[in-house]
Every structure is written in structure tokens, then in C-alpha cells.
């Protein structure tokens, strides 16, 4: 089997980035991987194809803008598996890290490769909740175009139980169910994690008697307006809570803003993104973890921060509900905007020092259901997930050539 990816992860570029390892382990899943990457020429890409292993390459579109991601991915995507199927033995697995974009330029190279190539989609996000649609018109076209592709694939990856929830609740006619493949988290690396001695939260903000963490993009859907108003609450209980969030994107101002108009400007702060060891530091300092999304597919931060043994308190949004559960039925989980009932959350943590202990263990026993921590495993069950395409398709011209027999 040999694979063409199509992604937006122009990491994958940068040596010793997480996301190039990843790529690597993926070369021993398969006999050749291609993987194709949206990204502007002026991202500094030179050339057509980048050797990550000897076996897996990565392919810059080197667009002119975002408009032609789409044209020049397809492009090279033709061109790959031109190559690939000059020998007619070769089965060429086509899959995309979303059914939008990505998607749209797998199942044009699929279809272009024709009856030796199936399709294989991955959903990383919660895209048939309702906020996603509101967030944007360019969300409801993805959604349209979505409902269109999926029935066309040949395998589908869902990272949650919530997104398999939503494709059985939405009447989309599949011809495979998803399969549900958590994000791989190294959880002993999380718990054994050393604090950095500049990326201590106690001592860079030794105003707070508690420090509440948020980790994400800074984009709407993430809801930090609805944090604000949380911790404004908060703060007015409990007058030294601070809140550090980290990330980077286009809501940054907006949550100073806000921030200020709220009167607790002094007790909000942006950290930029400084690395993955800078982070799990920060959860180590921290006394609680916050996310406030309207959806998310799945909720990687959560996870880290439960690992960590950092409590952490979030709307009902990808894995929250079922990973976020005590004993006796104790949640720490409130419906989307819910900023009472988060408050009412945060003030636990603050005043019982026993459940702020307690809850992290408790929570932790959970994990082995939401993530792999063994990361032979976890490429297992990826590659049964790609052969998967291949020994359902052939099982479906079975059963058809079964028909064709009996009506004989």
C-alpha cells in the first residue's frame, strides 16, 4: 500500500518538529507516504518535495495564495499518483486530515487515480454542531461540501465518540461507519515533565494566589469571552486569580479588550506559544485548567492537563463530558457559555484543597479511554484503519458479485 496525505500541517517542514516525527512513524505503516501540504510560497518551502525519511516525503503547493491551495494540491496529487500506478499491482490509499478542503483535493486525486485508489477521511472537529455553522459562511459551505463527500469514502476516522454521535444523527448515507482513533498523547511524558525554571507559573506571576491556565488558538470558536466573564467573577471573589492563557491567533486583542472593559485587565495574560516542554511546565504550576470552546472534536489539552495532575473545568464540548468525571457521578463539565456554572466550578477548586487534589486522580483513571499511551499500539490500529478501506471495499464486490450470480 502506498499513501497520499493531504493536510495543512506546514510543521512538517521544521526539523525535529512533532509533526515531522509523526510522519516518520507513519513511513513504517506503509511501503511509500506522500504528503501533500497547503502552504504559500512565501512560507520559505523551496522546491517540490521534501525527503522526511526514505520513505515518506512531503510536498509544499508553494501557492501563490490561499485560493490556489486547493488547484495546486491536486496538481501534485495527479503527478504522484501517475507515478505510483505506473506499476498496475499497486493499491493507492488517498486520505485527507478533514472532509473541507483537504478533503475536496483527495477525492479528486481518488477519483483521478481510479478503481486501484480508495478514499480515506479524517474528522479532527465536532463539524456538524450548530456553532460551527454560525461561526461562518465558509464553515456552512464545508459543512455542505461534506455532507456530498463522506458517502464517497471508503473509510472514515473520527477522533471521538461525539463526532461518530453526530454522522449517525445527521441521516448521511454512509458506505462505512467511522472508526473512532483518538489523538495519540504521550501521557508518561506529561507526568514526568520537569518544571522549567522560566517557565514557572508560581514565580512569573507570584501576584496570584490562583492561577488559572487556558492553552489553545486564539480564535473564536475557542469562546475566551465567556472565560473572561467567568474569571471576572471569579476575581471578584477571590480577589488574587489570575488567568495566563497561551496561544496565539487572531482573537488576541479582543480578550484584552474585553478584559478591560471587564475591570480585570491586571488578572488577564497572553503568553505566546514557547514550545511543548514550556507548556507542560505551565500545567505544572498552575492550580486549574480552563477550556471554554463551543466545539471541539476532541480536546487534547484536556488530556495533558489531566495527565499533568492539573484539575480542569470546561463546557461540554468534544471529550469533556466523558472524560471529566469523579466519583459519585462529580463532573466538572458546563453547558456551552455556561459562565455561572463555571464560576460555580472554579470556586471548588479554590476553596476545598481536598477535591483540588482529589479530582486529578480520579480523572486519570479515565484516560486509558481517550487516548493511546502506547504509541505502538496506537500506529496499529492506524494502519488497520487505512487497510480497512481496502477489506471492506472488497467485501462489498463480494457480496455484488453474489447478486449477479443469484439473478443468473
Given at each position: ?22 510522519a ?52 501534485i ?11 498496475n ?21 481518488a ?6 485508489a ?10 456538524l ?18 455532507k ?25 448515507i ?14 508518561k ?39 473572561v ?5 471569579s ?39 514557547a ?28 488530556v ?44 471548588w477548586?479554590?476553596?476545598?484543597l ?8 480520579e ?46
Amino acid at each position: 500500500m502506498k499513501v497520499i496525505s493531504i493536510g495543512t500541517d506546514r510543521k512538517i517542514f521544521e526539523d525535529e518538529s512533532a509533526v515531522r516525527l509523526r510522519a516518520i512513524s507513519y513511513g513504517a505503516l506503509a511501503e511509500e507516504v506522500h504528503m501533500i501540504v497547503f502552504s504559500k510560497r512565501k512560507n520559505g518551502q523551496t522546491g517540490e518535495r521534501v525527503v522526511i525519511a526514505p520513505n515518506v516525503f512531503a510536498y509544499p503547493t508553494n501557492s501563490f495564495s490561499k485560493l490556489t491551495y486547493i488547484f495546486d494540491a491536486v496538481r501534485i496529487g495527479k503527478k504522484i499518483a501517475d507515478i505510483i500506478l505506473q506499476n498496475n499491482e499497486e493499491h493507492v490509499l488517498v486520505t485527507a486530515q478533514d472532509p473541507f478542503e483537504c478533503g475536496y483535493v483527495a477525492g479528486k486525486v481518488a477519483e483521478y487515480a481510479g478503481v486501484k485508489a480508495k478514499l480515506h477521511l479524517q474528522i479532527h472537529t465536532d463539524f456538524l454542531n450548530p456553532y460551527f455553522s454560525r461561526s461562518s459562511l465558509l464553515n456552512r459551505m464545508r459543512v455542505y461540501y461534506s455532507k456530498r463527500l463522506l458517502p464517497e469514502a471508503h473509510g472514515i476516522r473520527v477522533v471521538s465518540e461525539r463526532i461518530a454521535t453526530s454522522l449517525a444523527k445527521s441521516g448521511i448515507i454512509l458506505a462505512c461507519g467511522p472508526s473512532v482513533l483518538p489523538i495519540f498523547v504521550d501521557i508518561k511524558k506529561m507526568q514526568n515533565a520537569q518544571i522549567l525554571p522560566d517557565a514557572d507559573l508560581r514565580s512569573r506571576y507570584p501576584q496570584f494566589n490562583f492561577r488559572i491556565l487556558m492553552a489553545s488558538r486564539l480564535s473564536s470558536e475557542k469562546d475566551f469571552m465567556t472565560a473572561v466573564r467567568a474569571v471576572r467573577e471569579s476575581v471578584m471573589h477571590y480577589k488574587k486569580t489570575g488567568l495566563i492563557i497561551v496561544g496565539d491567533g487572531p482573537e488576541k486583542e479582543t480578550i484584552l479588550r474585553r478584559a478591560r472593559e471587564a475591570g480585570i485587565e491586571g488578572h488577564v495574560f497572553i503568553e505566546p506559544w514557547a514550545g511543548r516542554e514550556t507548556l507542560l511546565s505551565y500545567y505544572k504550576t498552575a492550580h486549574l485548567f480552563l477550556s471554554t470552546s463551543l466545539y471541539e472534536g476532541y480536546g487534547m489539552s484536556m488530556v495533558e492537563a489531566v495527565a499533568t495532575g492539573l484539575p480542569v473545568v470546561a463546557t461540554d464540548a468534544g471529550i469533556a463530558s466523558g472524560l471529566l468525571v469523579g466519583t459519585k457521578n462529580v463532573t466538572t463539565v458546563c453547558p456551552v457559555k455556561g459562565v455561572k456554572c463555571l464560576f460555580d466550578k472554579i470556586r471548588w477548586f479554590v476553596e476545598d484543597l481536598e477535591f483540588r487534589r482529589r479530582f486529578p486522580v480520579e480523572v486519570t483513571t479515565r484516560l486509558p479511554d481517550f487516548s493511546y499511551a502506547d504509541e505502538a499500539d496506537y500506529l496499529s490500529r492506524y494502519k488497520a484503519d487505512w487497510e480497512r478501506c481496502f477489506v471492506e471495499t472488497d467485501t462489498d464486490n463480494v457480496d455484488a458479485s453474489l447478486k449477479n450470480e443469484d439473478k443468473k
